[in-house]
């Protein structure tokens, strides 16, 4: 299936393909494949009976800095805005918390793995069946290219955030279930 990635700030010169905006500033319906996205009732990993209003929120609130701990506040952000928490207020992030009530801090790669993958591809198949499946039409008669800030799609890879976009690919490649 030809679904390629491409970063949002480089122009994509590709006429013969259909470009995708799925970052928070993308068009409607592409907009709600951002991880800032309010679709409401995420559960969030390793926290059983908590929900988030985000990918994005669940990911913030579980974030622990040298200067603060997790943010259950960053939850229920349904504005799309005032979600993320810096290094420049809180200091070095010392890791994400495998849960709201865990001791435990995971490292920036396993919190990938067991908490942003995991609810990102909690919606994927929750939330977005329609529009990936209007991805899957798109890419079955064209090339498809996901605009996104960020074009890793590799985990392990921890030079650079992990794209959403590469993770909507991967998604859409795996065989299509109804």
């Not at 259909?18 to 592409?30: A, E, M, Q």
């Amino acid at each position: 299936m030809p679904i390629e990635v491409a970063s949002k700030r480089r122009k994509v010169q590709r006429p013969d393909a259909v470009v995708i905006d799925v970052t928070s500033r993308g068009p409607d319906p592409w907009v709600r494949f951002s991880p800032f996205y309010p679709h409401g009732d995420i559960p969030v990993p390793l926290s059983p009976g908590v929900t988030s209003a985000s990918v994005e929120g669940l990911w913030q609130a579980l974030k622990v800095f040298e200067n603060a701990d997790v943010d259950p506040s960053k939850l229920g952000v349904t504005s799309m805005k005032g979600l993320k928490r810096t290094v420049r207020r809180f200091g070095p992030v010392r890791g994400h918390r495998a849960g709201l009530a865990s001791d435990r801090l995971l490292d920036y790669r396993t919190a990938r793995q067991e908490i942003y993958s995991p609810a990102y591809r909690w919606v994927l198949e929750n939330r977005l069946r329609d529009e990936l499946a209007r991805l899957h039409e798109l890419a079955e008669s064209s090339d498809v290219v996901l605009l996104d800030y960020t074009t890793n799609g590799d985990v392990e890879d921890l030079r650079t955030p992990l794209s959403h976009a590469a993770l909507i690919a991967e998604h859409l490649r795996r065989p299509l279930r109804i």
